[in-house]
C-alpha cells in the first residue's frame, strides 16, 4: 500500500492499495470517527462495489445508509443535491456524520459539493472508482455541479477528510472510461513531467498503473498546496480544459470529460504551435500518445461554435481569460489573455 500525504489547509491522506477491504479498514477505524454514513453512488458502481463498502462499515460499528443516481452530467444538477440533502435530513445526519462518495468524478464531484455544504460541511471521505477519478477528481477539493448554462459552474473547494484508491476496480471499468482516465495522466505529463510522459510513451499501462496513479496524485498535490483556491498557479491544471468545456456542453455531454480534454490540449497546442509559443515536436508526441490510448486529437466543430460557452468559462476575470499552454512536454505555464485577444488566438 502507498500512502501520499496532502498538505492543504486540511490536511488528509491518499491511500493506495489494490483492493479495499485488506488495509483501508483498519485505516477507517483510526481516522472516521461518525455514527452514520451516507454511501453516494452510481446504479452501475452500485452493482459491483456497494455491498463491499457496506460490508466495511457495517463491520466497524456505523449505521449506513445510500443515496443511488444516474452518474451522468444530466444528473450533476443542484436538483440531485437538494435529493441528496433530503436524504441526509430524513436520516437525522449531524456535523459529525460522513459522507462516502464511491464511484467516478461526477459521484466525487455531487457528493464533494453535498458534504461541503450540508450544515455548511460534514465529513467526506472519497472512494474513487475510475481511472480518472483516481488521478484527478479526488484530489484538490474542487466540488461542483452543472447548470443549463455550462459545466462546474456552481461549486466551492473543499478538501475532503481521506481518500482510499483500490486499483482492482479498474479491471472492470469500460474501455471508453479508461480513454478517459488517461487524458488526464497525459494532461498531468505534459504540464509537469516529461518523466512520466515518456513512461507513458513506452511502457504499457497495466504494468505501471500503481506507480503512474502515484506521481499523478503527488503533482496535483503539490500544485494545489501551492494555490488551494485557484487564483493562480493552480490553473495550470486546467489545461485543455477550457476549450474541453465547451466542448462537453456543446455535445450535450455525448462526448465524455477526457475525451473534450484530449481535443482540448491538441487544440490549444496547435494554436500554440502557429503562435510560436510552442514547438511542433510537442504537438506531435502529443497526439501520438492520444492516438496510443484512443484518444481523438480532431475537431470535432467549428471553434467558433465553442465561443459563446468559453465566454461563460468560471476562469474568466472581468474582460480576461487565464489559459493553460506548454511551451514544452512538462513545461506548463499560465498566460492572460483579453477574451478577444483568445478569439483570435484560436480562430486565426
Known amino acids: 500500500m502507498q500512502t501520499v500525504n496532502i498538505n492543504t489547509s486540511k490536511k488528509y491522506n491518499v491511500y493506495i492499495d489494490k483492493s479495499f477491504d485488506e488495509n483501508f479498514p483498519n485505516i477507517i477505524k483510526e481516522t472516521v470517527f461518525s455514527k452514520k454514513i451516507l454511501i453516494v453512488s452510481d ?54 456524520d460522513t459522507i462516502v462518495a464511491l464511484g467516478g468524478g461526477i459521484v466525487s464531484d455531487t457528493a464533494g459539493f453535498a458534504g461541503a455544504t450540508f450544515l455548511r460541511g460534514i465529513n467526506c471521505i472519497y472512494f474513487p472508482t475510475t481511472l ?54 497525459i494532461k498531468t505529463a505534459m504540464i509537469k513531467s516529461e518523466s512520466l510522459f515518456e513512461l507513458l510513451e513506452t511502457k504499457d499501462f497495466e504494468d505501471i498503473k500503481e506507480d503512474v496513479i502515484s506521481q499523478c496524485i503527488k503533482i496535483k498535490a503539490s500544485v494545489v498546496e501551492e494555490d488551494e483556491f485557484d487564483t493562480s498557479k493552480r490553473l495550470i491544471l486546467n489545461f485543455g480544459h477550457t476549450i474541453a468545456h ?99 488566438f484560436l480562430t486565426e
Do not use: W
Open 132 to 185: 480518472l477519478s483516481m488521478v484527478d477528481a479526488c484530489v484538490g477539493g474542487k466540488t461542483a455541479v452543472n447548470t443549463y448554462f455550462g459545466k462546474n459552474q456552481i461549486g466551492v473547494i473543499r478538501q475532503p477528510d481521506a481518500v482510499f484508491i483500490a486499483t482492482d476496480t479498474l479491471s472492470t471499468l469500460e474501455n471508453r472510461e479508461f480513454s478517459c482516465g488517461m487524458a488526464e495522466i
Open 246 to 344: 465547451a466542448i462537453e456542453k456543446k455535445s450535450d455531454y455525448e462526448i465524455k470529460h477526457g475525451e473534450a480534454v484530449a481535443i482540448g490540449m491538441s487544440l490549444i497546442t496547435k494554436r500554440a504551435v502557429k503562435n510560436g509559443l510552442c514547438d511542433e515536436d510537442t504537438l506531435i508526441r502529443l497526439n501520438m500518445l492520444l492516438h496510443k490510448y484512443s484518444l481523438s486529437c480532431g475537431a470535432v466543430c467549428p471553434v467558433t461554435e465553442l465561443l459563446p460557452y468559453i465566454k461563460r468559462d468560471k476562469k474568466n476575470y472581468l474582460d480576461n481569460i487565464k489559459i493553460a499552454l506548454c511551451e514544452k512536454i512538462g513545461q506548463g505555464y499560465v498566460k492572460d489573455f483579453s477574451y478577444n485577444d483568445f478569439v483570435s
Open 43 to 96: 446504479n452501475t458502481v452500485k452493482e459491483l462495489y456497494f455491498d463491499k463498502v457496506k460490508s466495511i462499515f457495517e463491520g466497524l460499528g456505523f449505521e449506513v445508509f445510500d443515496f443511488v443516481f444516474s452518474s451522468n452530467e444530466e444528473q450533476k444538477t443542484l436538483s440531485t443535491i437538494e435529493k441528496i440533502y433530503r436524504t441526509l435530513f430524513e436520516n437525522n445526519f449531524t456535523k459529525g
